[in-house]
């Protein structure tokens, strides 16, 4: 792989729109770089699918992302950084890689009082514990416990986070956790998916106030910068950062809900539609 430029642009993935979360916080944090954003919403989701299977998909998306030069790639979903970060940091070296759950588990320590942390989270990342790993490689005394919400996904791509249905799937999931003694709730819980914070409101009210709502976006964002002071790879440039939009299939279902998880309005124009062929893996490794 040949070394990007410091004018080169980031590149960011996940399985939908959820990842946009990520990329607001980043466009915050570093206004003057230029993005290229990622949703494999042809496959989506990926947290119902097998390791194998997220492990090709992740590699898929980078290989697409890596033809387009960027200096740094950011996996914003947690399935891919629970499976596919270490093969992907290997594949794509010498252009770094920052994962979701490092910073997510960080940002959890740091808040919790009591160490006991509630990860909310796809299927495929429960099962994988990858929360548990980075949060006892920190505090190795921690509890945690990982609970599979996958519904959660499909409500926040149909843009549904706050309505009846969202409630009642909040309360499903999470109602024996505000019922526990207080001694025996956890006192953070991690949203675990880049989807999830669109329906931070009913987990919230689900959960009940004593919990901390830890979302990793934030985090993430600052790890992105943090790498790229170390590597002195800032983009220099006075003027803001361009944005590219891409998804693999529907483009207007994409702008819909993706306008929640940016902050701000955007159409089917706005958004490029591509696609990702294994043949995007070798084209990447000839660069």
């Not at 509890?143 to 519904?151: A, D, H, K």
Request: hydrophobic share 45%; aromatic share 4%; charged share 20%.
């Amino acid at each position: 792989m040949s070394v990007a430029s410091a004018d080169g642009a980031i590149g960011i993935f996940d399985s939908g729109v959820g990842g946009l979360t990520v990329l607001h916080a980043l466009r915050d944090l570093l206004p003057r770089e230029h993005i290229i954003y990622l949703g494999d919403t042809a496959r989506l989701p990926y947290g119902t699918k097998s390791p194998e299977t997220v492990q090709r998909y992740a590699a898929h998306a980078a290989g697409w992302l890596m033809r387009q030069e960027i200096k740094l790639l950011v996996v914003a979903c947690n399935t891919a950084s629970a499976l596919a970060l270490e093969s992907l940091r290997e594949w794509v070296a010498p252009v770094p890689v920052i994962g979701v759950v490092d910073p997510g588990a960080a940002a959890a320590v740091s808040q919790s009082v009591r160490q006991h942390h509630l990860v909310l989270a796809t299927e495929a990342t429960t099962t994988q514990r990858a929360y548990t790993r980075a949060i006892r490689a920190l505090r190795p005394e921690a509890v945690v416990e990982e609970l599979p919400c996958s519904l959660f996904v499909a409500l926040a791509e149909e843009g549904w986070g706050d309505d009846a249905v969202a409630k009642a799937a909040a309360d499903k999931y999470l109602g024996t956790i505000r019922s526990r003694v207080s001694a025996d709730r956890p006192d953070t819980a991690i949203l675990g998916c880049t989807h999830f914070p669109l329906l931070r409101g009913v987990i919230a009210e689900a959960l009940g106030p004593e919990i901390v709502i830890v979302d990793s976006a934030s985090t993430t964002a600052a790890a992105v910068v943090t790498r790229l002071d170390e590597l002195n790879m800032r983009n220099s440039a006075q003027m803001p950062g361009r944005l590219r939009l891409v998804a693999t299939d529907g483009a207007a279902r994409f702008a819909r809900t993706g306008s929640a998880f940016l902050g701000q309005s955007f159409g089917p124009g706005d958004i490029e539609l591509t696609d990702i062929h294994p043949s995007d893996i070798a084209n990447a490794e000839a660069q």
